[in-house]
């Protein structure tokens, strides 16, 4: 079965800004091991500025992660408390 990767916005936003620069689809592809199409894709939605709204998505993310990590440590800190 295929194995998907997933590549963070700042790689898709530089693969973007790399074709708008001039570089063709074939070199990218090529280099990045990544298909035309998706290239394609990521350019549409970087010039929609879909990535700018993912990236932001992501920050959010992480900081809702690391909020619940620190509750999380608090949490068992008080549950060895009570014992």
Known sequence: MAR?????IEFKRQVAQEYL???TLHGL???????RQLIRVW???YEEG???EDAQAADLIQEYEAR???LERLVG???VGDR
């Open 21 to 23: 620069a001039g570089e």
């Open 43 to 45: 350019v549409r939605k």
């Open 29 to 35: 592809s090529k280099r990045h091991d990544i298909q």
């Open 68 to 70: 619940i990590a620190a």
């Open 50 to 52: 879909a990535l700018d």
């Open 77 to 79: 800190k008080q549950a």
């Open 4 to 8: 998907y990767r997933t590549q963070s």
